[in-house]
């Protein structure tokens, strides 16, 4: 049984410390505990600091994840409440933390990667 997780990026190497101004998506499929597939996908809507001002509707939220709806996880550095919402209500398993998409990915494979509640923040909260 395959699965795919996304992860946040600006670069396809570290995960994006702000969801918002992620560009892209690097999803990695993985079958049987081994990595079989790695794609990068656009994320569609970004870079703008409506999200800051938390003016994003979940209708805007919803498209952000349109292009990963057949993942189960989204790993990202950070994400604003609203954005949050909206992932989980789209089926995804969320889980924020610091660091490089491999360290994340080797965390997930090995059952120690740690969602820190902390990286979900307020609208007009965030860190660069």
Do not use: W
Not at 33 to 42: D, K, L
Not at 116 to 123: D, E, I, M, S, T
């Amino acid at each position: 049984m395959s699965e795919k997780i996304a992860f946040a990026t600006d670069d396809g190497v570290r995960l994006t410390n702000h969801f918002g101004h992620a560009p892209y998506y690097q999803v990695f499929t993985i079958e049987d505990g081994r990595i079989t597939a790695v794609e990068q996908r656009s994320k569609g809507h970004h870079g703008d600091d409506e999200e800051e001002h938390g003016h994003h509707s979940d209708s805007d939220h919803a498209a952000m994840f349109a292009s990963i709806q057949d993942c189960r996880m989204l790993v990202a550095g950070s994400m604003g409440r609203n954005a949050y919402r909206v992932a989980q209500s789209a089926g995804l398993e969320v889980v924020l933390t610091a660091g490089d998409i491999q360290s994340a990915l080797q965390g997930y494979l090995d059952g120690t990667l740690k969602h820190n509640p902390r990286r979900v923040h307020a609208p007009g909260l965030h860190r660069h």
